[in-house]
Nanobody, 124 residues
Framework: QVQLVESGGELVQAGDSLRLSCAASGRTFSTYRMGWFRQAPGKEREFVAS????????YYADSVKGRFTISRDNAKNTMYLQMNSLKPEDTAAYYCAANRGPYNSRSTTDYAYWGQGTQVTVSS
């Protein structure tokens, strides 16, 4: 089992950058594939990015490709989401999640553990 805590969300202006962090407890972080998801009010939770166990493979939603970068530091039990060129449509609660399965996934149902979320608000 792993506990996840996100941080770094805040109110920013369009075009700004922000880095989210996801701190994991326990000694098994390096065995999980990890992902970032987001959920705007009245909308379903959606995939943002995922990263392999080693960090060597990353995957992105088309809406953030080229602007967001996912990374992880297994020595620090931490995952990051660097968000550049933020847009008002990026406004949402951002969640990190851990996937114990054998493959990277964009589906929320494949992620067993979730953080509580951190709010990102982008003003125009």
């Amino acid at each position: 089992q792993v506990q996840l805590v996100e941080s770094g969300g805040e109110l920013v202006q369009a075009g700004d950058s922000l880095r989210l962090s996801c701190a994991a407890s326990g000694r098994t972080f390096s065995t999980y594939r990890m992902g970032w998801f987001r959920q705007a009010p009245g909308k379903e939770r959606e995939f943002v990015a995922s990263i392999s166990v080693s960090g060597g493979s990353t995957y992105y939603a088309d809406s953030v490709k080229g602007r967001f970068t996912i990374s992880r530091d297994n020595a620090k039990n931490t995952m990051y989401l660097q968000m550049n060129s933020l847009k008002p449509e990026d406004t949402a609660a951002y969640y990190c999640a851990a996937n114990r399965g054998p493959y990277n996934s964009r589906s929320t149902t494949d992620y067993a553990y979730w953080g509580q979320g951190t709010q990102v608000t982008v003003s125009s």
